[in-house]
């Protein structure tokens, strides 16, 4: 039996609801799982809830920690499957590996993917930034997001 790696995202609660909180990861890389185990609890604003393995198989990685906000749709973790029903969410990991060390390089800034409220975007962009290009600032919004304040914390930085 072939096993493949897959990318288990977020899950959609709607369109009302696009971030989820994590409230905390019960796996780590390496643990066996079954389908249906408890991975992790997540919270919006809403309802807590758990949420479970899509499918039998091996945690290769956990993209989260207790506290983080993650839009829906957003890796939460890559897991190893022989779940052939979860063909569509393979993933090419000799790619994955090649943008990793890219991302890696000396000339690559090796950063956090920063989460953004729609107010710091709208500063940044109104100020001639590339929010997804800007990776010193410093977020102390909600959820670990950059807010606008700190956005004009970061420009006022700039200026002097």
Same mark, same amino acid.
């Given at each position: 039996?072939?096993? %493949? !790696?897959? $990318?288990?995202?977020?899950?959609?609660?709607?369109?009302?609801?696009?971030? /989820?909180?994590?409230?905390?990861?019960? #796996?780590?890389?390496? &643990?066996?799982?079954?389908?249906?185990?408890?991975?992790?609890?997540?919270?919006?604003?809403?309802? &807590? %809830? $758990?949420?479970?393995?899509?499918?039998?198989?091996?945690? #290769?990685? #956990?993209?989260? !920690?207790?506290?983080?906000?993650?839009?829906?749709?957003?890796?939460?973790? *890559?897991?190893?499957?022989? =779940?052939?029903?979860?063909?569509? /969410?393979?993933?090419?990991?000799? !790619?994955?590996?090649?943008?990793?060390?890219?991302?890696?390089?000396?000339?690559?800034?090796?950063?956090?993917?920063?989460?953004?409220?729609? *107010?710091?975007?709208?500063?940044?962009?109104?100020?001639? /930034? =590339?929010?997804?290009?800007? %990776? $010193?600032?410093?977020?102390?919004?909600? +959820?670990? *997001?950059?807010?606008? $304040?700190? #956005? &004009?914390?970061?420009?006022?930085? *700039?200026? +002097?």
């Amino acid at each position: 039996m072939s096993t %493949f !790696q897959i $990318d288990v995202p977020m899950p959609s609660m709607g369109a009302t609801v696009s971030e /989820l909180t994590i409230i905390n990861i019960v #796996v780590a890389p390496g &643990a066996q799982v079954a389908k249906g185990q408890k991975l992790a609890e997540l919270e919006s604003d809403k309802s &807590a %809830f $758990d949420f479970e393995s899509p499918a039998a198989g091996t945690i #290769v990685a #956990v993209h989260g !920690q207790k506290g983080d906000v993650k839009r829906s749709g957003e890796t939460l973790f *890559r897991m190893e499957t022989a =779940d052939a029903s979860l063909q569509h /969410l393979a993933v090419a990991t000799a !790619q994955h590996d090649a943008q990793a060390a890219a991302a890696a390089a000396p000339h690559a800034p090796a950063a956090k993917a920063l989460v953004w409220t729609p *107010r710091a975007t709208k500063l940044a962009q109104e100020a001639g /930034l =590339d929010p997804t290009q800007i %990776f $010193d600032i410093e977020a102390t919004g909600p +959820g670990g *997001r950059v807010s606008g $304040d700190d #956005v &004009a914390k970061y420009l006022a930085s *700039r200026k +002097g």
